[in-house]
């Protein structure tokens, strides 16, 4: 089993903030992805990485930005934050290449809620 | 991309009933998982099968990849199974996987 952190897991934050979710893996994954999920409904990718110094935008358009600068490290970042960002943001990893590259570990999730 | 459907969108359960959840996808895909999210939000892995069958405990899984399928079963629900139970597919090697809408399940003691 994958080890996967995320911080702070709840946050209440005012509208024009700036905020950054944290997200580390400690079993050295290259691939690694943030979802939105609002409350019951279907996971939406964001953004993703296949490894240090890529990153891409997913499928749902999002405001926020990644950085990939560590194997271990993928934080978002939302430079002003709206109440349209509340929501929950999921952090998951999978290995390159090799045996369970197939498997997808996620995070313990962080609920946004912009007031 | 891809299309994921899944059903039953909701289930309630006598504590012991066995249920089927089903997930239907609209291409070929090399890569399919079922996850199951508990009422705090986390999500585990349950199965890799993208296709054949199977088992894990009192859950089963199988993916009939010809015909665009794949079913999990749950026998002998307790409560703590409850939750949203989640199908993801991947169909081109672009290592991003695509969620269907969940199956919630809810099992009463």
């Known amino acids: 089993e994958a080890d996967i952190y995320q911080t702070p897991r709840y946050l209440v934050i005012g509208t024009g903030k700036k905020i950054t979710l944290e997200c580390s893996q400690t079993?050295?994954?290259?691939?690694m992805y943030w979802y939105q999920q609002d409350p019951g409904m279907e996971l939406h990718l964001i953004h993703y990485?296949?490894?240090?110094?890529?990153?891409e935008k997913g499928d749902l358009s999002s405001e926020s930005t990644v950085s990939r600068i560590r194997t271990e490290h993928f934080p978002l970042t939302l430079e002003s934050a709206r109440p349209s960002h509340t929501s929950q943001y999921l952090c998951?990893?999978?290995?390159?290449?090799?045996?369970?590259?197939?498997?997808?570990?996620f995070g313990p999730g962080t609920r946004l809620l912009v007031l | 991309g891809i299309q994921v459907e899944q059903s039953p969108p909701d289930l309630i359960l006598q504590e012991g009933a066995n249920s089927t959840l089903r997930c239907n996808f609209s291409?070929?895909?090399?890569?399919l998982q079922w996850f199951h999210q508990n009422p705090w939000g986390q999500l585990i892995n349950l199965f890799y099968?993208?296709?054949g069958t199977k088992q894990n405990g009192r859950l089963s899984a199988t993916t009939v990849a010809t015909e665009r399928y794949s079913l999990l079963y749950i026998s002998s629900s307790q409560t703590t199974d409850s939750g949203v139970y989640f199908c993801?597919?991947?169909?081109?090697?672009?290592?991003?996987?695509?969620f269907g809408a969940g199956t919630t399940v809810t099992v009463r003691a």
């Open positions: 079993m050295g994954h290259d691939k």
């Open positions: 291409d070929s895909v090399n890569n």
């Open positions: 990485s296949y490894g240090v110094n890529s990153t």
């Open positions: 998951a990893s999978r290995p390159l290449a090799g045996v369970g590259q197939e498997t997808q570990y």
């Open positions: 099968i993208p296709s």
């Open positions: 993801a597919v991947e169909s081109s090697n672009d290592y991003k996987l695509s």
